[in-house]
């Protein structure tokens, strides 16, 4: 059964820094793209980039270069979404999300890491 | 930048089809996939492929489209329905992944 399992909900303060991770299981880990989207809250949903973690190829969406991080270490099928520093606006739920074979869609979601950012 | 575009609410009586509709200019050449998602929970895939459905989603979902709109059928929805429903596909440039259209509330009562 393919799973993805993200890491728990993270109350910080601004200009602290952050990294949350979705593990995936049941499925060849290193072969499909693994995706982060943001729901702001009441809002809808925001693609922020993706990773291949057979070789690492990153890409990320215009809104999120420069502010986020992503990677993930294929020798425990992890992969991760880090800040430097966290503002206000980042607080949002983040869901990890497989692409398919043919990358045209998502076909599995993590549970989602609720983030806050509070002074 | 491309854009999907959904009606922001459908509402329908238990029993009654309801139909949410995508519009996107590379529909006609791309693929769209269905997520539902019901409040606290995370979005989960009801059609990919313009009408293909996965397994354990139940029969009366379907998907369809032509031209550059997109329509997630309900047929006989069922309180249990109500959530929100996000479209999604991918433009023409090659960028890997696509968007998500701006989400449409179904309502059932």
């Known amino acids: 059964e393919v799973q993805l399992v993200q890491s728990g909900a993270e109350v910080k303060k601004p200009g602290e820094s952050l990294k949350i991770s979705c593990k995936g299981s049941?499925?060849?880990?290193?072969?499909?793209?693994i995706g982060w989207v943001r729901q702001m809250p009441g809002k809808g949903l925001e693609w922020m980039g993706i990773?291949?973690?057979?070789?690492?190829?990153?890409r990320y969406s215009p809104s999120f270069q420069g502010q986020v991080t992503i990677s993930a270490d294929k020798s425990i099928s992890t992969a991760y979404l880090q800040w430097s520093s966290l503002k206000a606006s980042d607080t949002a739920m983040y869901y990890c999300?497989?692409?398919?074979?043919?990358?045209?869609?998502?076909?599995?979601w993590g549970q989602g890491t609720l983030v806050t950012v509070s002074s | 930048s491309y854009e999907l575009t959904q009606p922001p609410s459908v509402s329908v009586s238990p029993g009654q089809t309801a139909r949410i509709t995508c519009s996107g200019d590379a529909l006609p050449k791309k693929y769209a996939y269905w997520y539902q998602q019901k409040s606290g929970q995370a979005p989960v895939l009801v059609i990919y492929?313009?009408?293909k459905r996965p397994s354990g989603i139940p029969e009366r979902f379907s998907g369809s489209s032509s031209g550059t709109m997109a329509t997630l059928t309900i047929s006989g929805a069922q309180v249990e329905d109500e959530a929100d429903y996000y479209c999604?596909?991918?433009?023409?440039?090659?960028?890997?992944?696509?968007?998500f259209g701006g989400g449409t509330k179904l309502t059932v009562l």
């Open positions: 999300a497989r692409l398919d074979e043919a990358a045209a869609g998502t076909d599995y």
């Open positions: 999604y596909s991918t433009d023409s440039s090659g960028i890997i992944w696509g968007v």
């Open positions: 990773i291949y973690p057979g070789d690492s190829d990153t």
């Open positions: 492929e313009d009408s």
């Open positions: 049941g499925y060849s880990f290193t072969s499909y793209w």
